[in-house]
């Protein structure tokens, strides 16, 4: 790895089971933007995609890309080749070569389906992660066919196990 100044991210864009991503290829500059399966862009992502498609090499997928002078890297890897100066020496004590959050643009063109989000034991557990999931958004625009935007965040009353 050459030493420059200037790191550049390449559109991270993530495979779902929904679609969308108009918008995002709107803002990449794309000459026929479309919704499709890959509605999200994961920024600056040390965090892997677990999408398990049938013949499908996505060992990488989720972890940004990132251009340093002419050279190609996984974000991960970068960190690994300077991590006290890339993350820092105390967020390396803590949490190791992770950026310790997944930051995304997310552009769906459906109404998203009900999601659990794992507690920290879950994750260590069964997705072998130091990390849980909580979630906070920030709306930067809506569709225009989208008369009355809206977000259900949590459940009112929250069901035992049995019922969910």
Known sequence: MKNVDIIKLYPNRVWRSYL???????????KKPADTHY???WIASTTLARNNRPGVDDKFEGISNV??????????????????????????????????????????????????????EFARKHLKSDFGKTEGYYILDIREDVKEPYIFAGFQKPPDKKRF
């Open 20 to 30: 969308g991503g108009r918008e995002l290829d709107k803002m990449e500059g794309k």
């Open 67 to 120: 251009i340093s002078g002419a050279d190609l890297f996984l974000l991960t890897d970068l960190f690994k080749a300077g991590p006290d100066f890339m993350l820092g020496k105390k967020h390396v004590a803590k949490y190791g070569l992770n950026t310790g959050f997944l930051l995304k643009f997310l552009d769906s063109a459906v109404r998203l389906q009900v999601q659990c989000h794992p507690t920290k």
């Open 39 to 41: 509605p999200e862009d």
